[in-house]
């Protein structure tokens, strides 16, 4: 008698914990790890869209984090090689769950003066490609520019590193860094050159009318790399931050 109690026993606590696990790979299947990058070019007045982020970044992270907690933040900024000898060509924020190291990090970066029209986005793609993205993660970049790499409008000795755009962008393609490109002015080569970095990654191409909207949409392109859209465009709906301009670019991310 007591054999079989104890083999009813034995049952029942292996059937929990068959449950159990059942639970925890569903949850781990469930949570997204996410690696996100907030690339900006901090020429001339390109610096105003960093320092929108700089303001918002509290409520840019806590939006982020509430939906996907296990996300890393990073920032590459970038301005020409000209700045060499003044404030930099690129610089860096290794990816880190603390948003206090991201927040130190972007209270420092100063603006950049650009000089020409490309500016040093194919170095700021080259560092991009030597971060310390997780394995298993979504990857992606958040592009913030208004020029074209050198490469595009003059030739790819203008890089004095030598760094070709169209290979860095596809070695980001080959371990699964997609590029979200979003564009602040008209200029149709840059236009070009971005919609092919997008397209080449998996990305999107998005055209930012109001620098009022760069925190969502930065917002909604991490809840589109983790499947969480269309529950935060409801949220802007119901909140009623959402505006004709915002509509259109979440629209373009669709």
Same mark, same amino acid.
Request: contains cysteine; proline residues 2%.
């Given at each position: ?9 034995? *049952?029942?606590?292996? *059937? ?8 925890? $790979? ?21 610096? $105003?869209? #960093? ?5 918002? =970044?509290?409520?840019?992270? $806590?939006?982020?984090? $509430? ?6 933040? !990073? ?28 927040? +130190?990090?972007?209270? /420092?970066?100063?603006?950049?003066? !650009? ?9 700021? =793609?080259?560092?991009?490609?030597? #971060? ?5 993660? +979504? ?38 860094? *997609? ?5 602040? +002015? +008209? ?9 092919? #970095? ?19 949409? /930065? ?7 983790? !499947?969480? =859209?269309?529950?935060?465009?409801? *949220?802007?709906?119901?909140? !009623? ?14």
């Amino acid at each position: 008698m007591a054999d079989l109690v104890r083999t009813e026993q034995e *049952k029942v606590i292996e *059937k929990y914990m068959n449950q159990s696990s059942d639970i925890l $790979s569903t949850f781990i299947k469930d949570t997204e790890m996410l690696d996100v990058i907030f690339m900006f070019d901090t020429t001339g007045s390109m610096y $105003s869209y #960093l320092e929108s982020v700089r303001q918002n =970044l509290v409520r840019l992270t $806590s939006k982020i984090n $509430s939906e996907i907690p296990d996300v890393y933040f !990073g920032v590459v900024a970038y301005g020409d090689h000209c700045d060499a000898d003044t404030t930099y060509v690129t610089k860096i924020c290794q990816l880190t769950f603390d948003v206090n190291i991201i927040k +130190n990090f972007i209270a /420092i970066v100063e603006p950049t003066d !650009g000089g020409d029209e490309p500016e040093a986005l194919e170095d700021a =793609l080259y560092e991009s490609n030597r #971060l310390n993205w997780r394995e298993q993660s +979504n990857k992606c970049i958040v592009l913030v520019g208004d020029a074209p790499p050198h490469g595009v409008m003059d030739s790819f000795n203008e890089c004095p590193r030598g760094i070709d755009y169209r290979e860095e962008t596809r070695n980001l393609s080959d371990v699964g860094v *997609k590029i979200y490109s979003v564009l602040c +002015n +008209n200029v149709h080569q840059t236009e070009v050159t971005f919609k092919w #970095l997008a397209d080449q990654t998996n990305g999107k191409f998005l055209k930012l009318e109001n620098i009022d909207d760069l925190v969502d949409l /930065i917002v909604a392109v991490c809840m589109k790399e983790t !499947g969480s =859209l269309a529950s935060f465009e409801n *949220k802007l709906i119901e909140s !009623g931050e959402m505006t004709k301009s915002k509509k259109r670019l979440l629209l373009g991310l669709k």
